[in-house]
């Protein structure tokens, strides 16, 4: 399975932008980047997905470096609802539509 | 609204005893998951399923069972066989499709008495 590594925790001051990193030098070429976002008590929320191209949503942009063997999520603004766990998730299409999460991505807002 | 909702939000389980966790969607969803959090950790598969009647193991299925006899919902048992099931339980669904995002229930704490 495809695996991705992300920072514990980041903490970023608030209406600053954020950028968080993951590295997954194992995907393959069919891989789908996925993030969501969970906080603290409740079920995790999808936040932003893509393939190749940088994907640009109301919540958030992603970019997806040239080799694939890392992505980042950006937050262009920070404020103190974005304070959450973040997971950067490999869709493992062998499996369905079934995601993997791992630990996850601490972020700390700071007022 | 369109939605997934779990109960109960919290559940209390004594030794040797089954409990049953609620899944229900009216998304018209086809697939439906099964996830459990310890503190501090990520999220494990524990079933899912791709269609009604259809169900296959996640990673950590031991002491778990499920069922999907309707579309709309997909209960998972927590049996004695579990030992340690003291855990939060996330449920979760999509469209078939295999790049589709997935909408989660807000969960069910389960404790141990």
């Known amino acids: 399975d495809a695996k991705t590594t992300q920072p514990n925790s980041m903490e970023s001051n608030e209406e600053e932008p954020v950028h968080l990193p993951c590295n997954h030098s194992?995907?393959?070429?069919?891989?789908?980047i996925h993030w969501y976002r969970q906080l603290p008590s409740q079920g995790p929320e999808y936040v932003i997905h893509?393939?190749?191209s940088n994907v640009n949503n109301r919540m958030a942009s992603l970019a997806i470096a040239e080799d694939r063997k890392s992505s980042t999520l950006i937050l262009h603004r920070a404020t103190l609802r974005d304070a959450a766990v973040y997971y950067c998730i490999l869709l493992d299409q062998n499996a369905g539509n079934m995601l993997t999460f791992g630990g996850g991505t601490r972020l700390m807002v700071k007022p | 609204d369109g939605g997934i909702t779990q109960s109960p939000k919290y559940l209390f389980r004594k030794e040797g005893q089954n409990v049953t966790l609620s899944c229900e969607q009216n998304l018209n969803h086809d697939a439906m998951y099964w996830y459990r959090q310890d503190p501090g950790q990520g999220l494990r598969l524990i079933y899912y399923s791709q269609i009604v009647n259809d169900f296959q193991k996640g990673d950590i299925a031991e002491g778990y069972s499920v069922s999907r006899e309707k579309k709309e919902s997909f209960p998972l048992t927590v049996t004695s066989a579990q030992k340690n099931p003291t855990a939060f339980y996330l449920c979760?669904?999509?469209?078939?499709?295999?790049?589709?995002?997935?909408?989660f229930g807000s969960g069910t704490q389960l404790s141990v008495l």
């Open positions: 194992t995907i393959s070429g069919t891989d789908y």
């Open positions: 979760a669904s999509s469209l078939q499709s295999t790049n589709e995002k997935l909408f």
């Open positions: 893509g393939l190749t």
